[in-house]
């Protein structure tokens, strides 16, 4: 399911399926993209970050055209102990692999992984990206 932003309309609660894992998208070409992520990031619970969120950041191979800089992205990373992921969707191999890396993290946030957790997955991720 997508939304432009949130909080997501109450109306329709009773309809929504369980949430297992929230993907914020920032365009790293629009400032506009990033200020809606940090507007949006007020409505999520605080348990959803512990290994349920993750930030994808598109556009990124067009370095000239970038309206925000991404080290400001990886401090919201950092900040909400979150992964960070930068693609470029107009490269169909980096699309695909993108979206196997999204479709593996939402696998193990949903419980379908055994013995992997959320919390212990964005774990193994803070450490590999610390080396």
Do not use: W
Not at 14 to 33: A, E, G, N, Q, T
């Amino acid at each position: 399911h997508l939304a432009t932003s949130l909080p997501l309309p109450s109306e329709r609660d009773h309809l929504r399926p369980r949430i297992d894992l929230i993907v914020f998208m920032i365009d790293i070409k629009s400032k506009y993209s990033l200020k809606n992520v940090e507007a949006s990031l007020a409505h999520v619970d605080a348990s959803f970050f512990l290994g349920k969120v993750c930030f994808l950041v598109t556009g990124v191979g067009r370095v000239n055209a970038c309206s925000i800089e991404t080290n400001a992205v990886c401090k919201l990373g950092e900040a909400y102990c979150s992964p960070v992921l930068f693609c470029e969707l107009e490269l169909e191999g980096i699309r695909v692999a993108t979206a196997q890396r999204l479709l593996r993290m939402l696998q193990i946030c949903a419980g379908h992984i055994r013995g992997v957790s959320a919390l212990s997955f964005v774990s193994l991720m803070r450490n590999a990206n610390d080396d």
